[in-house]
């Protein structure tokens, strides 16, 4: 959830450090630090709030030029967010300096055994436990060119759950060890400079150069010798080398007030690249990586789709067209929940797992309890080289570049449209659809990016109506068929962003509940499928609009070109392209997003970073 940044080379430690803390904010942001080694002597300073409130401090004060630095940016777990709390923590001789992202699930006895030596903690994080068993640690260690290294293999055996640290000592003016269990992190690789980030993002703006760090292992980067990884028991690893694919102007804002309307505005784009290479020579679907046989793949007779949050949504619509297209039943689980409800899995179970990051610990845990049942794993992933398609049988990369606000936006998109994606491969595989089908599908998808595109051009009356909401204190959401997770989607929009009551209801279930909540003017965004949707459910919707209409309901349509069969009912109207039903969300998503942000905005908060949130979230 916290962000980590690491540097050694030639440049000025502090900048780069701040440089790629700016990057890294979205992953928590309720306080920030850094610490510089120079001379033999660590300096820090650490500050709550966002990174603003750091910077201003270190503008007044006086830390000494250094080519070697750690910064952090967190999202508070074990304390609350307050100066004393903030990272980097320092052991009580002032000698080593750690960053932390993750949870250190036994920091309760490890503390009680570091008190019981007469250290005095200063602060309520699992976190300085580390940097007080390190010290120790290391002074038991005969002296040596990797003793920190070996310091960080010989605590981080002891530590149990989420973590990764990253450690400088003032004693070693070269070298700074890092260490990662089930939480992000990566090194990049400079011309005669290395950096550690919790992702690619840090550092994009020196390097594209990047190296995997697996599970259980550290990694040493040092000034001259070069960066050196290994496991917790010492072994030497080969980490594996990558490209990133994207550069520091895609992180940048580019002009738009918020990283949100920047994304957005992008989604065109974004779904082009998710479509883009995956038709072969003949016509055929391609994935990514599969690691699976076309045997595997037939064999397969139940399918689980498992994700959080906005992920947990393009889930729910994947059930839809995976259903559809190849006859599988499919469910649809929260990640959090899946592992502990002992689903059933066998071989001839699929569980997809979707994650923007690749490092969701919820999503990430419930992949390991499907391999440990023998199920197959494919991922819908958006970040290179991370945990979650490492660990996966077959991947599909959504390709949608950097996504930094906190709202997921081309990143919904895209994992949708994947969706449909990994639903077409299935069904090619399995023999369940002919070529021609499968190629008339993948026309439709590549009208898409269009179709999003002329959204967006039309988007000022959505945006004036954003104003006009951005008093009310509760706005409803409905929708039917693949516009009930759509629903859901605007809603929790609308929450992480605005800080309004929304809930999201399938429309049929109005009169079943959710009517009651119904008064005088109460705003109710109805997502209406096409008239050309199955066995009349558009007929239903606009029976629904017209039921919370008559209740006082003040109503906001979202429908096709061409439907005015809404319009005597609807109080607003917010047209989108026709679009062939299962793929519709990809388009009717797009003006709730702009609607929650504007909201956000005209309410005066801050779109990009919504409070008590952060991007990613690695910890359970």
Same mark, same amino acid.
């Not at 003949?282 to 007779?301: F, N």
């Not at 999003?452 to 945006?463: F, H």
């Not at 929450?495 to 109710?524: R, S, W």
């Not at 942000?597 to 309410?603: F, G, K, Q, S, V």
């Given at each position: 959830?916290?962000?980590?940044?690491?540097?050694? #080379? &030639?440049?000025?430690?502090?900048?780069?450090?701040?440089?790629?803390? $700016? /990057? %890294? @904010?979205?992953?928590?942001?309720?306080? +920030?630090?850094?610490?510089?080694?120079?001379?033999?002597?660590?300096?820090?300073?650490?500050?709550?709030?966002?990174?603003?409130?750091?910077?201003?401090?270190?503008?007044?004060?006086?830390?000494?030029?250094?080519?070697?630095?750690?910064?952090?940016?967190?999202?508070?777990?074990?304390?609350?967010?307050?100066?004393?709390?903030?990272?980097?923590?320092?052991?009580?001789?002032?000698?080593?300096?750690?960053?932390?992202?993750?949870?250190?699930?036994?920091?309760?006895?490890?503390?009680?055994?570091?008190?019981?030596?007469?250290?005095?903690?200063?602060?309520?994080?699992?976190?300085?436990?580390?940097?007080?068993?390190?010290?120790?640690?290391?002074?038991?260690?005969?002296? #040596? &060119?990797?003793?920190?290294?070996?310091?960080?293999?010989?605590?981080? $055996? /002891? %530590? @149990?759950?989420?973590?990764?640290?990253? +450690?400088?000592?003032?004693?070693?003016?070269?070298?700074?060890?890092?260490?990662?269990?089930?939480?992000?992190?990566?090194?990049?690789?400079?011309?005669?400079?290395?950096?550690?980030?919790?992702?690619?993002?840090?550092?994009?703006?020196?390097?594209?150069?990047?190296?995997?760090?697996?599970?259980?292992?550290?990694?040493?980067?040092?000034?001259?010798?070069?960066?050196?990884?290994?496991?917790?028991?010492?072994?030497r690893v080969e980490p594996t080398a990558y490209t990133v694919d994207w550069d520091a102007a895609a992180a940048e804002k580019g002009g738009y007030p918020w990283f949100m309307l920047k994304e957005i505005a992008e989604q065109p784009r974004a779904v082009a690249d998710t479509l883009l290479g995956r038709l072969g020579e003949?016509?055929?679907?391609?994935?990514?990586?599969?690691?699976?046989?076309?045997?595997?793949?037939?064999?397969?007779?139940?399918?689980?789709?498992?994700?959080?949050?906005?992920?947990?949504?393009?889930?729910l619509l994947a059930k839809y067209a995976i259903e559809h297209w190849t006859r599988i039943p499919v469910e649809v689980e929260v990640a959090s929940e899946f592992r502990y409800r002992d689903p059933v899995l066998d071989r001839s179970t699929l569980v997809v797992v979707i994650s923007q990051s690749g490092e969701t610990m919820d999503s990430l845990m419930a992949l390991r309890h499907a391999r440990d049942q023998k199920a197959r794993v494919l991922a819908i992933c958006n970040a290179n080289g991370s945990?979650?398609?490492?660990?996966?049988?077959?991947?599909?990369?959504?390709?949608?570049?950097?996504?930094?606000?906190?709202?997921?936006?081309?990143?919904?998109?895209?994992?949708?449209?994947?969706?449909?994606?990994?639903?077409?491969?299935?069904?090619?595989?399995?023999?369940?659809?002919?070529?021609?089908?499968?190629?008339?599908?993948?026309?439709?998808?590549?009208?898409?990016?269009?179709?999003?595109?002329?959204?967006?051009?039309?988007?000022?009356?959505?945006?004036?109506?954003?104003?006009?909401?951005?008093?009310?204190?509760?706005?409803?959401?409905?929708?039917?068929?693949?516009?009930?997770?759509?629903?859901?989607?605007?809603?929790?929009?609308?929450?992480?962003?605005?800080?309004?009551?929304?809930?999201?209801?399938?429309?049929?279930?109005?009169?079943?509940?959710?009517?009651?909540?119904?008064?005088?003017?109460?705003?109710?965004?109805?997502?209406?499928?096409?008239?050309?949707?199955?066995?009349?459910?558009?007929?239903?919707?606009?029976?629904?609009?017209?039921?919370?209409?008559?209740?006082?309901?003040?109503?906001?349509?979202?429908?096709?070109?061409?439907?005015?069969?809404?319009?005597?009912?609807?109080?607003?109207?917010?047209?989108?392209?026709?679009?062939?039903?299962?793929?519709?969300?990809?388009?009717?998503?797009?003006?709730?997003?702009?609607?929650?942000?504007?909201?956000?905005?005209?309410?005066?908060?801050?779109?990009?970073?919504?409070?008590?949130?952060?991007?990613?979230?690695?910890?359970?």
């Open positions: 959830m916290c962000g980590i940044v690491g540097y050694v #080379g &030639p440049q000025d430690s502090l900048g780069v450090v701040l440089e790629g803390l $700016r /990057r %890294l @904010e979205y992953r928590g942001y309720d306080s +920030a630090g850094v610490a510089v080694l120079a001379d033999g002597q660590l300096s820090t300073a650490k500050k709550a709030g966002k990174l603003a409130n750091l910077e201003k401090q270190l503008a007044e004060a006086d830390l000494p030029a250094a080519t070697i630095g750690i910064g952090h940016t967190r999202w508070a777990t074990h304390g609350g967010p307050t100066d004393r709390n903030a990272h980097p923590h320092v052991s009580a001789d002032g000698r080593v300096a750690v960053v932390h992202n993750g949870i250190i699930e036994n920091f309760v006895p490890l503390r009680a055994e570091v008190e019981a030596t007469g250290v005095e903690f200063t602060s309520e994080t699992d976190t300085e436990v580390v940097a007080h068993l390190l010290t120790a640690t290391y002074r038991a260690l005969p002296a #040596g &060119p990797d003793r920190l290294a070996e310091a960080m293999r010989a605590v981080s $055996r /002891r %530590l @149990e759950g989420a973590f990764t640290l990253v +450690a400088t000592h003032a004693d070693e003016p070269d070298t700074i060890v890092a260490s990662r269990r089930n939480s992000p992190l990566v090194v990049g690789v400079g011309d005669g400079e290395y950096f550690l980030g919790s992702d690619v993002a840090a550092f994009i703006g020196h390097t594209r150069n990047a190296l995997e760090l697996g599970q259980d292992q550290v990694v040493e980067i040092d000034r001259t010798r070069g960066a050196t990884v290994t496991d917790f028991s010492g072994n003949s016509g055929e679907l391609v994935l990514d990586e599969v690691r699976l046989s076309d045997q595997e793949l037939r064999d397969i007779d139940k399918i689980f789709v498992v994700a959080c949050g906005t992920a947990f949504h393009a889930g945990t979650i398609p490492r660990e996966s049988d077959a991947v599909l990369y959504t390709h949608a570049g950097p996504e930094v606000a906190v709202a997921s936006t081309k990143g919904f998109l895209t994992q949708v449209v994947a969706c449909y994606l990994v639903g077409l491969f299935l069904a090619q595989v399995r023999g369940v659809k002919y070529a021609d089908e499968i190629a008339a599908i993948v026309d439709d998808l590549r009208a898409l990016p269009d179709a999003v595109a002329r959204v967006l051009e039309q988007m000022e009356p959505v945006r004036e109506l954003g104003r006009s909401l951005a008093d009310a204190n509760t706005i409803l959401f409905l929708g039917r068929h693949v516009g009930f997770p759509v629903a859901l989607e605007g809603a929790l929009k609308l929450k992480e962003l605005a800080y309004i009551h929304a809930e999201g209801f399938a429309a049929g279930e109005l009169k079943h509940g959710p009517i009651a909540v119904i008064d005088q003017g109460t705003p109710v965004v109805v997502i209406v499928p096409s008239p050309r949707t199955r066995e009349s459910v558009h007929g239903k919707v606009v029976s629904n609009i017209q039921e919370v209409r008559a209740r006082g309901a003040r109503t906001i349509v979202i429908a096709e070109d061409g439907d005015d069969d809404v319009l005597p009912f609807a109080d607003h109207v917010i047209r989108v392209p026709r679009t062939p039903t299962l793929l519709a969300p990809v388009v009717t998503t797009v003006p709730l997003q702009v609607l929650a942000c504007e909201i956000a905005d005209t309410r005066g908060l801050d779109v990009d970073q919504p409070r008590n949130l952060a991007k990613s979230v690695t910890v359970e």
